[in-house]
C-alpha cells in the first residue's frame, strides 16, 4: 500500500470506520491483518500526536518518560492509564460541590477546551454533568461508585451516536452477507429492563438507543421504571459503603439539598411494583410477536426472565428480534441454564453477546463460536498482571486486558482493564472471519483476588441506590 493511500485510510479508520468498511461487517472484519494492523500503526501514531497536543494528563506523561513519538504498537504501552485514572480527583471536591475544580480537573482528561465553561451556580452533580452536556461536545459517564469514588470519562456526543450506528450494523447485519437498505435502517421497539435514564453509563446508552433504533418515535422506548437515576443519590451510596466499610457510618454527612428530596425517593421506591407490572404486561401483551430489540447485562436479563415465568407470562417476540447481553455475570452467581431460562421467556433461539468497556468506543461482537471478535480501531494488548509489560502477540495468551482505541477522539485511548482474557493471535477464528478474537471466558481480577472493582456496572445500580434510599429514611428532615 502506497504511503499517501496508507495514510488517508488510516485517518479514515480513526474517524469514520463504518464509511471505509463501506457500512459492512462483513468488511470490517474480512480485511487482511498484515493491511489491518499497518492502518492501525499509522493511526496510532497520529492519534498520539493529536492527543499529546491537546490532553494535559497525556503530555504530562509522556514527557516524564520522554516519549515523542509512536511507531510499534508496544511503543504505547507506557502512556496507558489504569481503569482507575478516571476518578483520580480529590474526593473532597464533590462533598464541597467544588464544580470549578472539578471542571478543571476533566479539562485536563479531555481534548475539548473546558476553560470558558461557568459551573459557578452549579449545585449538584447531576447539575454539573448537565451543564457539560448542554454547553461541551462531551457527555460524561459514571459509574455508580461501588468502591466509594464513582469514575468519570469525558466521552463525546458524536462517539455516541456513532457507536449507536455500529451498534444497528452488528444487531441487524449478517456475516458473509452484504447489508441491505432494510438492515441499514430498522425501526424496531425497544425494550429497556432498567431506569429511564441517568448519567451512569449503560443508562447512557439506553437514551442512544431511543434515538437510533425507534427513528424518534418515544412510544417505541419501552423502560421497566419512569424515573431517572439520581446522580447525586448513587454519590451518597458511593460513600456511604466507603463509610460502611471504614466502620464511620455515624460520622457520614448527607447534604441537606439532597436529605431534602427524601420523600421523592421513597415515593420512587413505592412505585417500583406497579411499574414492574405495567412493564411485564407491554412485553407480554402489546409487543407479543413484534420485532423489538432488547439489551442488558446478564443478571438483569436472567431476574426479569424468571420472575416473569414464575408469574406465568412469557414475552413471545418475533423470531428476528434481537436481542444483546453481555458483561459477565458481575459477581452474581446464576444457574447453569440461565441463558435457556431468559430464551425461552422472550421466544427467541439466539441471543447476540458482547464484550466492552466504558472507557473504549468498541463493543467487540461474538461470532456463533462464542469469541469477541475485536474491532478494527481498537488495538488489544495483553499485559503481565503484575509488572503490565506487554506479553507476545503470537499464539494464545491469557493476560490483563488492555486496549488503544485510535477512533476515540474526546480522550487518550489507551487503557489497561481490570479483566483476565484470552487471546489467540495466530489461529483463525472457526467462523470464518480474520479478525483477532478474544475467547469466551473473562474474569475481573478484583473477582479472583477478592478486591472489590469500581467499573461501570448496570447490575450494581439498584442495590447501591436501595441501600442509600434506606439509610436517608433515618433522618428527619
Request: hydrophobic share 40%; charged share 25%.
Amino acid at each position: 500500500m502506497m504511503s499517501d493511500q496508507l495514510e488517508a485510510r488510516a485517518r479514515q479508520l480513526m474517524d469514520d470506520p463504518i464509511a471505509l468498511f463501506n457500512q459492512s461487517i462483513t468488511q470490517m472484519h474480512m480485511i487482511d491483518r498484515t493491511e489491518l494492523e499497518a492502518m492501525q500503526r499509522s493511526a496510532m501514531a497520529t492519534r498520539f500526536q493529536e492527543h499529546y497536543e491537546s490532553v494535559e494528563v497525556l503530555r504530562t506523561l509522556a514527557d516524564r518518560l520522554g516519549v515523542s513519538e509512536l511507531r510499534e504498537f508496544n511503543d504505547v504501552v507506557p502512556l496507558f492509564f489504569p481503569h482507575t485514572a478516571f476518578k483520580s480527583y480529590p474526593a473532597a471536591l464533590l462533598d464541597k460541590k467544588r464544580f470549578d475544580l472539578m471542571t478543571k480537573w476533566l479539562d485536563k482528561q479531555t481534548s475539548y477546551d473546558l476553560s470558558q465553561l461557568d459551573v459557578s451556580d452549579c449545585g449538584s452533580v447531576d447539575e454539573w454533568i448537565d451543564r457539560l452536556d448542554a454547553e461541551t461536545p462531551l457527555e460524561v459517564i459514571t459509574s455508580s461508585g461501588t468502591t466509594g469514588t464513582i469514575s468519570l470519562i469525558p466521552k463525546s456526543k458524536r462517539g455516541a451516536r456513532y457507536n449507536m450506528q455500529l451498534w444497528k450494523m452488528f444487531l441487524f447485519q449478517n456475516f458473509g452477507e452484504e447489508p441491505t437498505a432494510k438492515q441499514l435502517n430498522p425501526v424496531v421497539d425497544v425494550i429497556w429492563p432498567n431506569h429511564y435514564k441517568g448519567k451512569l453509563g449503560h443508562l447512557r446508552v439506553g437514551q442512544m438507543i431511543k434515538t437510533e433504533f425507534t427513528g424518534g418515535d418515544e412510544s417505541r422506548f419501552h423502560a421497566l421504571y419512569n424515573d431517572p437515576i439520581d446522580t447525586d443519590l448513587m454519590f451518597l451510596a458511593s460513600k456511604l459503603r466507603a463509610a460502611a466499610s471504614r466502620g464511620e457510618l455515624d460520622r457520614l454527612e448527607i447534604d441537606p439539598k439532597l436529605l431534602a428530596r427524601k420523600d421523592e425517593f421513597e415515593a420512587m421506591q413505592a412505585r417500583r411494583p406497579a411499574e414492574m407490572a405495567a412493564f411485564f404486561d407491554t412485553i407480554t401483551r402489546q409487543l407479543a410477536g413484534k420485532k423489538i430489540f432488547m439489551t442488558s447485562a446478564y443478571p438483569l436479563m436472567y431476574d426479569m426472565a424468571r420472575n416473569g415465568l414464575e408469574q406465568g407470562f412469557k414475552a413471545g417476540f418475533a423470531p428476528d428480534s434481537a436481542i444483546l447481553t453481555g458483561g459477565g455475570t458481575k459477581g452474581f452467581e446464576l444457574p447453569d441454564n440461565f441463558m435457556e431460562v431468559i430464551k425461552d421467556f422472550l421466544g427467541v433461539d439466539t441471543i447476540q453477546e458482547g464484550y466492552g468497556m466504558s472507557e473504549i468506543s468498541a463493543f467487540h461482537w461474538a461470532c456463533e463460536k462464542g469469541h469477541y471478535h475485536v474491532q478494527p480501531w481498537i488495538i488489544p494488548f495483553l499485559l503481565d498482571p503484575e509488572t503490565s509489560e506487554p506479553l507476545p502477540r503470537e499464539g494464545v495468551v491469557t493476560g490483563r486486558a488492555a486496549f488503544y482505541d485510535v477512533f476515540n477522539e474526546s480522550h487518550w485511548g489507551g487503557i489497561i482493564s481490570g479483566d483476565e482474557i484470552t487471546i489467540d493471535w495466530s489461529t483463525p477464528c472457526e467462523c470464518g472471519l480474520n479478525s483477532v478474537h478474544i475467547h469466551h471466558d473473562i474474569m475481573r481480577y478484583s473477582e479472583k483476588e477478592g478486591i472489590e472493582d469500581d467499573r461501570i456496572s448496570c447490575s450494581a445500580t439498584q442495590q447501591v441506590q436501595n441501600e442509600a434510599i434506606e439509610f436517608m429514611k433515618e433522618f428527619e428532615v
